[in-house]
């Protein structure tokens, strides 16, 4: 009976080998992989995923192909005179934020369940006791949840390259436009996680997770609008404006005067619009369409930059010529500021899970068995 | 069995052998709970110790401490003769722990399964397809390497678990309910591995509910009743020799008549599982557990209880020693 009980041993001595004593934050390539590798070989093999792959494609597919026909429609009505300028930085614009807003949507899934589902699975401690640093075990994780959220960017990427191939948009706004995607997304997988080491039931992680996209893409700008009449005031500006003796019809030159103005110092409120990942996106992208064009990207981008600089304490009111005074178009971007705050939280939500994932424990989640 | 010797005899090895398991003091509470109160236990290198107590009396706990998966609120651990809070990876190596519940990742298969604990263990792909392959074999899952988990029944999970628990050929292991949703034939494989694994100088901590199982695969015993080790005892593991002393099961016609008997001779006796110990022997058939040193010690006792008129049924080794001191430390609990 005993010789089919044979206990491999392994080849050499039984003493195991000195184990190099590592931290909590100490990274391996080898331990990071062995997780990544994990998570996504139980991902792929689902057939879930697949057919979130073939639904994000198709409705991505659909939507873009429907804009193309409503963008054409509207401004290229002869094709003739078609003007792709005015059709195709909206239509760029309309794919990248249907491409944002559905990722937006569907990340939080993708990693809110990561650590509370694998704890709930019973999978999570017999993983924490190898010689995998708690570290290793996140960033494995969220490697994996990235993948998976790039795999429906790269999905997307032909519409945008459908998108971009219309129009005036540069290709590197494209490249921008995805590179940007790509991070706000790992920063979206990155608090999911936190969430799903701090929250013992995965519903809760996933809730709290859309709650916090939700509080950058929603309430955020919701807030900055709502504080706009606070942060604003009658003030003495100048404007540069028509003279008080035009009579409507000869042209003039326009003059400075002092005046009294409604005036929204938005410059201690800025960050409120810098945070949404749209702002950033739209900051970011890099487009450069004319003025006069329709690129809501560029549009936004003005704005967004205007509301940062705030109160210049000029106003221009001049319409008869622009030769001498223009609204100075700043230059300082808007999209690290956003982007660097959500890759802030991201951070604080790898940290948390690191944290959350250390033995040995001293304190449990509340509810929670270890094994 | 009533004696409870707290140190356990020293291993014959003339060398001292490395550490097992010393345990001294321990204490964990969650909350108001005690889930550990003081628990000191050692678990020798080259035994099986069996964990033995009630559900909630915090053997669990103690092997999550053990495994490095909680920090005691105080008291002195060594696994491997490593510390497993301080020293944790150097501990971890060295201990196999297989949970009492746990998961496997359903869409893998039980090869990748274990190659992916052996990746997590850092140890290297070729050895670990190996590694793999062995222990398949020696869970009888050889059959099932390819197949999805999932497909998998509770017992054939629970030999993958074990499996995994020996991916890193660990000196210590840590096994919470290994027997449940095995079948009888997986059960006394894991018998013969687990006396196998001990006699190759592993320490093996084995906690369970079947407690007649455990009388054969285990060396030693620890019971643990509410966060304390109760005592803890030698027993006459699988084999090895039993020792001079054992139980005897006595049946008499007159229950009344053996216990009088047994009582005027000095002799000290329990009533037998059947009896209710808390009202007065009566004119009935009835049985007594008693210790007897020795065949001639129980020849002896038939000659004596005849010459003495006790109406003598019969008088046998007693099955089940374990479970009998078990029931006893649950009296003690009520």
């Known amino acids: 009976m005993t010789q089919m009980i044979e206990v491999p041993a392994p080849d050499g001595a039984t003493a195991p080998p000195t184990v190099k004593v590592r931290g909590r934050w100490a990274l391996s390539w080898h331990g990071v992989r062995t997780v990544a590798a994990l998570e996504l070989r139980q991902r792929v093999r689902s057939t879930r995923w697949v057919v979130a792959l073939v639904v994000w494609t198709v409705v991505v597919g659909a939507i873009t192909l429907l804009l193309f026909g409503a963008t054409r429609r509207i401004f290229d009505f002869d094709d003739v005179t078609a003007d792709r300028s005015q059709s195709g930085p909206l239509l760029f614009a309309a794919v990248t934020f249907l491409v944002l807003g559905l990722g937006l949507l569907v990340t939080p899934t993708l990693s809110s369940t990561s650590v509370n589902g694998d704890r709930n699975a019973g999978t999570l401690a017999t993983l924490q006791v190898t010689l995998l640093t708690s570290a290793e075990i996140a960033l494995g994780k969220l490697l994996a949840a990235w993948a998976a959220a790039c795999a429906f960017l790269v999905l997307s990427l032909p519409f945008l390259a459908l998108a971009t191939g219309a129009g005036p948009t540069p290709w590197w706004s494209l490249l921008r436009v995805v590179a940007i995607i790509a991070v706000l997304l790992v920063a979206v997988c990155a608090i999911g996680l936190g969430m799903s080491a701090l929250v013992s039931r995965s519903a809760g992680s996933t809730v709290l997770t859309f709650i916090v996209v939700a509080a950058v893409t929603f309430i955020a700008p919701l807030l900055f609008g709502l504080t706009y009449q606070s942060v604003s005031s009658y003030q003495e500006v100048r404007v540069y404006g028509m003279p008080s003796s035009w009579n409507g019809e000869d042209e003039v030159q326009c003059v400075w005067t002092q005046e009294e103005r409604w005036v929204a110092n938005t410059q201690s409120t800025w960050w409120l619009l810098a945070v ?88 449990l989640p509340r509810g929670t068995r270890v094994a | 069995m009533t004696d409870t010797t707290a140190a356990p005899a020293p291993p014959p090895a003339s060398a001292p052998p490395p550490p097992g398991i010393v345990v001294r003091n321990l204490k964990r509470s969650f909350g108001a709970v005690h889930a550990l109160d003081g628990v000191s236990l050692t678990a020798r290198s080259g035994a099986v110790t069996a964990l033995v107590g009630p559900n909630g009396s915090g053997k669990t706990t ?53 190659q992916t604990f052996a990746a997590a263990y850092r140890i290297d792909p070729a050895r670990a397809r190996a590694r793999a392959t062995e222990l398949l074999e020696t869970v009888h ?69 079947i407690l007649s199982e455990l009388e054969e695969m285990a060396d030693d015993v620890v019971f643990v009743s509410r966060g304390r080790a109760a005592g803890a005892s030698e027993l006459g593991g699988a084999g090895l020799a039993a020792t001079d002393r054992s139980t005897w099961h006595v049946r008499a016609l007159s229950y009344a008549a053996l216990t009088g008997w047994l009582t005027s001779v000095g002799a000290s006796w329990q009533p037998d599982d059947e009896q209710d110990p808390h009202t ?55």
């Open chain 2, 280 to 334: 007065p022997p009566r004119e009935q058939p009835g049985g007594v557990l008693l210790t007897i040193e020795g065949d001639e010690g129980a020849a002896r006792l038939v000659r004596d209880a005849v010459a003495a008129g006790v109406p003598l049924v019969s008088l046998s080794p007693a099955s089940g020693a374990l479970e009998r001191a078990y029931l006893a430390l649950e009296e003690e609990r009520r």
């Open chain 2, 141 to 209: 899952l050889t059959e099932y390497a390819d197949r999805p988990a999932s497909v998998l029944s509770r017992g054939q999970k629970q030999r993958l678990g074990l499996a995994r628990a020996l991916v890193h050929d660990p000196q210590v292991l840590l096994l919470d309910e290994p027997a449940s949703g095995l079948d009888p034939r997986s059960r006394v494989d894991l018998r013969i591995l687990l006396r196998r694994l001990a006699e190759e100088g592993r320490t093996v901590l084995v906690s369970s509910h």
């Open chain 1, 276 to 363: 949404n990942p749209f702002v950033i996106v739209a900051d970011g992208a890099g487009t450069n369409a004319d003025d006069d064009g329709t690129d809501p990207l560029r549009g936004m981008r003005d704005v967004v930059r205007e509301v940062r600089a705030g109160a210049s304490g000029q106003v221009d009111e001049c319409w008869a010529d622009s030769s001498e005074f223009e609204a100075v178009r700043s230059e300082h971007a808007v999209w690290p500021w956003g982007l660097g705050f959500n890759v802030l939280l991201g951070a604080i939500g790898y940290v948390v899970a690191v944290r959350r994932l250390s033995i040995p424990q001293r304190t």
């Open chain 2, 62 to 114: 103690l092997l999550l401490v053990l495994a490095g998966l909680l920090v005691p609120d105080s008291g002195e651990v060594q696994v491997a003769g490593f510390d497993p809070v301080v020293e944790g990876p150097s501990a971890r190596a060295r201990t196999g722990w297989m949970p009492d519940a746990f998961g496997t990742w359903d869409s893998l298969t039980a090869r990748e399964v274990l």
